[in-house]
């Protein structure tokens, strides 16, 4: 069994910046890559920005510039940076994990997400 919790969302005014964490924890053996997703009212998920083990990352095209990705493999934990926060940036937050447990099976699991909002 492994655990996703996601942290640091909130309300931030438009040009802000935000750090969100999310750590994974329980019968980890390794960890093929973390990524961070979004969910507006009304609109499908998408990825925002995602980091393999060798560190490797992928962003959105509406990010680029603004956001970064990092993880600390040590810890199975990555972050996300967001600066020059826009309203359209506004949505939950959900970290996903995916690697293999002690016993050798894969595991892609899910935070609660974490609400950014960013308004004046």
């Known amino acids: 069994q492994v655990q996703v919790v996601e942290s640091g969302g909130g309300l931030v005014q438009p040009g802000g910046s935000l750090r969100l964490s999310c750590a994974a924890s329980g019968s980890i053996f390794t960890m093929y890559a973390m990524g961070w997703y979004r969910q507006a009212p009304g609109e499908q998920r998408e990825l925002v920005a995602a980091?393999?083990?060798?560190?490797?990352?992928n962003y959105v095209d509406s990010v680029k510039g603004r956001f970064t990705i990092s993880r600390s493999n040590a810890k199975n934990t990555v972050f996300l940076q967001m600066n020059s926060l826009k309203p359209e940036d506004t949505a939950v937050y959900y970290c996903?994990?995916?690697?293999?447990?002690?016993?050798?099976?894969?595991?892609?699991?899910w935070g609660q997400g974490t609400q950014v909002t960013v308004s004046s």
């Open positions: 980091i393999t083990s060798g560190g490797s990352t």
């Open positions: 996903e994990a995916r690697g293999a447990t002690m016993k050798g099976a894969n595991f892609d699991s």
